[in-house]
């Protein structure tokens, strides 16, 4: 155990274990935890120790594997494979890789459970539960992403004989990205215009079977493969799909809201964005998966900040680097940050399922706020979150570089989030309608006589800025609200204030311009801000290790030599860097190939 951890953990000002309780929801949920994750981190399968040198494919078996895995201990141990089950949660959320589970569970079950009739439910989600079929959510083509209206697969209903002709016309409606969609899915949820009588009726979920349940192989009419290697998510086959014509029953339309009726007339639903159900779940989701990232990246970065120890400031004494102002600006905030955003997930979940019951039962007038919210939250924490797992990175120098440090794997995990469920300045022109400023300056722009579509382009770049201030605005309110609401010691709240304070001053400061611009804040004003972040670093300071260690990653979850608890940090990267599969050998096979030759040749 490093005694500079061993220091810091002694100096501690509070009880790290009432920290990660009320982080947690209470005792008795860290005990749930704690059990759920000991049975991820005492299963081998879900370990390799050369994880990070296999191939793509290797990878992708990997993975595979471990979700087979998954399945088996949640059938051992009955804990229920759905995504508002608590101990599915906990015990997906200790593997830290991407596994079919999500997208089968998150999207492919949820569709059906959100959006298909009792009879649908009834014989599709048995079978999605129990891992008779492997599905997925295929939404996005070649050539369109964002603009759902603008997909160009097409189901078209044959009266005939009451089916639905599953087709992608052109190269362009190819579907591309969905996940676990290239080699494991055998069914899919299908996002496609839907044509009866010769009229379209827009974008509705169909489920499709792709693979046959025998031999796995791709059914008549189904084209299907992985995309190819991406900057990260290397264990997700994110796959390609065209369908020629692929007949499917009327029946595999998710008709809980829209219906087709056998004679093929087109029953509306009461509100069409309802189709959209399972991407506004994601949203919420990763709200709190920006939260977790941040904090395993801030618990790497302060463990080996406290750890590492450079230049001489007084003859013989090489402080800790945690020591260093210039790192507490930049490693604090990320930590408030992370704690900021997981109270906001928190509340974006509760939010979700209060509205998600009244939807339930058909009362959809919340829907659009919900989609407002969840938007801009995910735009918000994702963009914020991948940009501070960068800082933390930065911010261990060197070892940052190397994949010891173990923020690369977060940050490859977290940055295709900018993207994906929203690309990220679209889902801010979500929530930016709702923003009263921005509004006046649309009514400007369309009074000069531009029309509406010409004026909200032209306004994108405030309307973006609105929707962050929005959210900013509202994830300091909930932070505060929430421990207002906590019941803590008085040497915890003492603790959790500062932080909190530095997370508002923080944002003032990063954001002065605009309380300039807008007349809130004067010059003055803000230096004191400048002023009190400096006094509220160094009240963190003498907890931070504390901090993060409330966070109560296990060693097996941050797959981190940096940021393991024991911070025993130099022999670890030098064991780490011996196990190096280039090392195996004392000569390189590549002496005896190339080097040697040049050595002998008269060049
Ligand atoms: C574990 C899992 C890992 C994750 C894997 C990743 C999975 C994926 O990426 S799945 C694919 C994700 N794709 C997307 O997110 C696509 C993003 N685009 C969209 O959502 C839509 O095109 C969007 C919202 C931009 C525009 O939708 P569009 O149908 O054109 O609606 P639009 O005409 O702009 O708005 C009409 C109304 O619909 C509302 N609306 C739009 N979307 C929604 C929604 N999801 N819910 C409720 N209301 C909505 C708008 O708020 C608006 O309401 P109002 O009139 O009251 O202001
Ligand atoms: C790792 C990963 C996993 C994914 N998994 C799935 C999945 O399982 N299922 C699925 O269906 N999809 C999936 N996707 C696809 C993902 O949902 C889309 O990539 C995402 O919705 C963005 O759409 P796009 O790619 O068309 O981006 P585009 O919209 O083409 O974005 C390109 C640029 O255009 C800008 N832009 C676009 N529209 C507007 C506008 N109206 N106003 C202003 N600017 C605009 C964007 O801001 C962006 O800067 C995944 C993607 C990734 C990266």
């Not at 953990?9 to 935890?33: H, S, V, W, Y």
């Amino acid at each position: 155990m490093s005694e500079s951890l061993q220091t810091e953990r002694k100096n501690a000002t509070f009880n790290i274990k009432e920290l990660t309780d009320t982080l947690n929801g209470g005792p008795e949920e860290t005990r749930k935890r704690k059990q759920i994750e000991s049975l991820v981190f005492n299963t081998p399968a879900f370990h390799r120790q050369d994880r990070f040198q296999l191939s793509r494919e290797e990878i992708y078996d990997y993975s595979i594997k471990v979700y087979g895995e998954l399945i088996k201990l949640c059938k051992k141990e009955n804990i229920e494979i759905r995504y508002d089950n608590p101990d599915y949660v906990r015990l997906v959320g200790c593997i830290p890789e991407e596994i079919p589970v999500g997208l089968h569970v998150g999207m492919f079950s949820s569709s059906i459970s959100d959006q298909g009739t009792e009879e649908q439910q009834k014989k599709w989600i048995p079978l999605a539960r129990n891992f008779k079929i492997f599905g997925t959510y295929a939404q996005t083509e070649l050539a369109h992403g964002t603009f759902v209206r603008g997909l160009e697969t097409t189901a078209t209903y044959d009266e005939s004989k009451q089916e639905f002709i599953l087709n992608s016309p052109t190269i362009t409606s190819t579907k591309w990205w969905p996940g676990f969609l290239g080699r494991t899915s055998n069914h899919a949820v299908i996002a496609a215009q839907l044509y009866t009588k010769s009229k379209c009726y827009g974008i509705h979920m169909f489920i499709v079977q792709l693979r046959d349940l025998k031999d796995h192989k791709p059914l008549p009419g189904v084209t299907i493969g992985d995309i190819g290697d991406k900057f990260g998510f290397d264990t997700v086959d994110n796959g390609f799909l065209r369908l020629d014509n692929v007949h499917i029953p009327r029946e595999n339309m998710l008709m809980k809201y829209a219906k087709v009726t056998p004679e093929g007339k087109y029953l509306p639903p009461t509100n069409a964005k309802v189709a959209y159900s399972a991407m506004t779940l994601i949203r919420v989701v990763l709200v709190r998966g920006s939260a977790k990232a941040l904090a395993s990246a801030s618990t790497i970065a302060i463990r080996y900040s406290a750890v590492r120890h450079q230049t001489e400031t007084a003859p013989g004494k090489e402080p800790q680097v945690l020591d260093y102002v210039t790192q507490q600006y930049k490693l604090f905030p990320q930590l408030a940050t992370a704690l900021a955003f997981g109270f906001a997930g928190n509340y974006m979940i509760d939010t979700f399922n209060k509205i998600h019951s009244e939807i339930s039962s058909g009362q959809l007038d919340a829907l659009s706020e919900l989609h407002g919210i969840s938007s801009g939250l995910k735009a918000y924490t994702t963009d914020t979150a991948t940009a501070g797992i960068e800082v933390c990175r930065r911010a261990c120098g060197g070892h940052g570089y190397s994949n010891a440090c173990g923020i690369q794997h977060i940050y490859a995990n977290v940055l295709p989030c900018v993207t994906l469920e929203g690309e990220n300045t679209v889902m801010y022109l979500q929530a930016a309608s709702k923003v009263i400023s921005t509004i006046k300056r649309l009514e400007q722009l369309r009074r000069s006589g531009m029309d509406q579509d010409e004026a909200w382009n032209t306004a994108g770049i405030e309307l973006v800025q609105a929707a962050k201030a929005h959210c900013h605005y509202f994830i300091v309110k909930n932070y505060l609200r929430s421990l207002e609401k906590l019941n803590m010691t008085p040497s915890l709240r003492k603790v959790m204030n500062s932080i909190a304070l530095l997370y508002g001053n923080y944002g003032i400061d990063e954001n002065a311009g605009d309380f300039l611009e807008s007349g809130f804040m004067t010059g003055e004003q803000l230096n004191l801000v400048k002023a009190k972040i400096l006094q509220l670093l160094s009240e963190v300071r003498r907890n931070a290790v504390a901090v993060v260690d409330a966070f109560d990653f296990d060693d097996k979850y941050l797959r981190s030599i940096l940021g393991a608890y024991d911070g025993d940090v130099y022999n670890r990267l030098y064991n780490w860097a011996k196990s190096s599969p280039l090392n195996k050998t004392e000569v390189h096979s590549s002496y005896t190939e190339y080097l040697q030759q040049l050595l002998k040749s008269k060049l």
